[in-house]
Structures are given as C-alpha cells and as structure tokens.
C-alpha cells in the first residue's frame, strides 16, 4: 500500500508485516509516524515560546485547542488548524488570574471585560473583604446608597445569586469570590467597633459556611479600612475555621503595610496556623520610604513560615504604584 506524506511525498510498504511484527503493529507504527489522516484542531497556535504555568523553563512548542481547551502542547507540523496563529517572537501562557478584582460592578454594565481580557486575564478573583453577598435587606439599602458612576439594582442576596446574575447577563471572563470578612461582619454587626457577640459569631460562621458551600474560595479581608479594622484576630480565626472545613483559604489586605508590616505578616500566619488554612498576602508591599527595607524581612518571614509547613504565598501590583482612597491613610 502507498501512503502520502503532508508534503506529497509517498511511501511504498509491502503487505506482508516483517518478521516478529504483527499487522497491527505496522498500522501503529504507520500512524505514529504520520501515515493516517492529518490532525485537525479549531486553532493551531504555531512558533510561540511556551510558559505552562509550572514555573519552568519556557520551551518552544505549538498548541493545539479545540473549542475551549488546549488539546495538545508539543510539535504539531503536521497538523492543521481551522485557524492558524503564527506567535514566533512571542509568548504563549495560560490565561493570567486577577486575583484582587474589583470588576464586580464593571462587569453588570460591561461584560466584556476587554480592558482586562486584553492584557490576558481570562479569570476574576473578587473578594478583598467586601464581597458582593452575602446581603440583607439593610446593606442592599447602604449599597445602592454608596453607587457613583455605575448604577445597578442590587437583584440578589447571596454570593452564589451574585455570580449566576452576572454570568446570565454575559460575561467574557471566569469569575470566582472569597467571601469578604467585612461583608460578615455588617451582617451582623454593621459599622460598630467592637467584638461580635458569640450569638453573633455563630450567626457570621454560619454566613461562611452557606457561601463556602454556594462554591467560594475561602475568607478575604481587608484589615486597614473601617469597619474592616475593628475584627481581632480572633474573630477571623472562626471564621477561616469554617472556611477550611472545604478547603478554603484566608487572603488578606494586612492590618498594615507600613510602620507595623512585620506585625501584621504575623498576624496572618497565626490565623493560618490556628485555622489549619492556606494563607494569601494580597499585594504584597511596604508602604512609606521608611518602611521599605522591612520588605527583605517580610520574605525571611513568610520563608520562614512555609519551611515550617504553613501554606503561605503572596501576590503583587504589575506596576510600581498602589492607589486607595485617602481614609487608607487615616487612623481607622
């Protein structure tokens, strides 16, 4: 029989197999070779310098993707692709994750994301203490009070409520939430400064668990702002308690990353080591010229925390800046 190479090229094999092989090891050997029907893939991207992710050395590779997976990663010459994208002189990577996302209101009025989606974020993490449920009837009220440019009616109470709303009203990216410690709290407790009740914590553990069962990541706090500042570690402990009854984690914006950074990196890896969770440093930063030769200390820390056992990484701005609103910079 004859078969054709992709360049035109032909090959002619006699039928009878050589000696110790059987037919069907020849028709294995046939197609390992290039001898059947050509690959086909929805899109070939050829040439690229690939990352995978796992931290490795990039290697150059083509990628092969059908409908919305990748199929294959290696070379793929004789392939075809239903669209052919050269990427040589380029990079190829997984889609990026923003893992401190604040597109939860952008995304009701703009679901196509492309400011992100454009710079390869292809997942939305939210959660930075305010999460968008969940809600009661009074926090819907101060949340439609709070609304300046983009306005919205709030249509859910739960976490899981919000996600499906926004996903039925179309999305480009992936969506995922920590359910905020900020949002437990005014559950419970609203803007005052002082420790939940244990009728009250019981009531905030609960609101963790349904939104850890409803699919979030974990627990997230922001620990500078009001009414934010006012939980001890205590009160986050429980509550990372639960979360890590299904896996969850605890990410956090530190009670400082300035003039008590050290204390507040602390902090974090005590609730991790009592609530037995994983544990998030959001943006990962010291803040004030003074402050900035802390930063080799904070790494000696958390190094020091991870050779301990304790799961403790952290992430960090692409960009040389920071942006909040001023009361960030006021005594809470």
Sequence with gaps: MTCAGSGGWAVKVDRR????????S????????????????????RHGLVYDGSGEAPRAADVGINGDKIATIGDLGAATGGREIDARGLAVAPGFVNMLSWANESLIVDGLSQSDVRQGVTLEVMGEGESMGPLNDRMKQENVA??????????????????HYIAKRGISPNVASFVGATTIRRNEIGYADRAPTPEELTRMKALVRQAMEEGALGVGSSLIYAPAFYAKTEELIELCKVAGEFGGMYISHMRSEGNTLLEAVDELTRIAKEARVPAEIYHLKAAGAAN?????????KVNAARAAGLRITADMYAYPAGATGLDASMPP
Excluded: N
């Design 146 to 163: 709070l609304q300046t440019d983009i306005k919205y009616p709030i249509e859910w109470t739960t976490l899981d409520e919000y996600l």
């Design 26 to 45: 020849v028709l294995l050997l046939l197609l390992s070779t290039g001898c059947g029907p050509r690959r086909a893939y929805d899109a070939v991207i």
């Design 292 to 300: 900035w030769p802390k930063l080799d200390q904070v790494l000696e």
């Design 17 to 24: 197999p050589p000696k110790g092989l059987t037919r069907a």
